[in-house]
């Protein structure tokens, strides 16, 4: 997970099951995920679906889109 705005990377590594992470940015975050169906993403306290199949994505506060 990457910080677009900065570039700094956030977070590198595979969660494992029931672990979670938090982060905030006054603007977007970058993603990318291996497998979707096993995501859940909440950004401001609504729940995204991660569309299929794996990929990058930026998560904003209106969304997540695919990055391509």
Do not use: A, C
């Not at 705005?5 to 970058?30: A, D, H, I, K, M």
């Amino acid at each position: 997970m990457r910080d677009p705005p900065t570039g700094v990377l956030l977070y590198s590594g595979t969660l494992t099951e029931g672990e979670e992470l938090t982060y905030s940015s006054p603007e977007r975050l970058w993603f990318r995920i291996g497998d979707p169906s096993v995501i859940v993403l909440y950004v401001d306290g609504r729940l995204l679906e991660v569309p299929e199949p794996y990929g990058d994505f930026l998560v904003t506060e209106t969304g997540i889109r695919r990055d391509e």
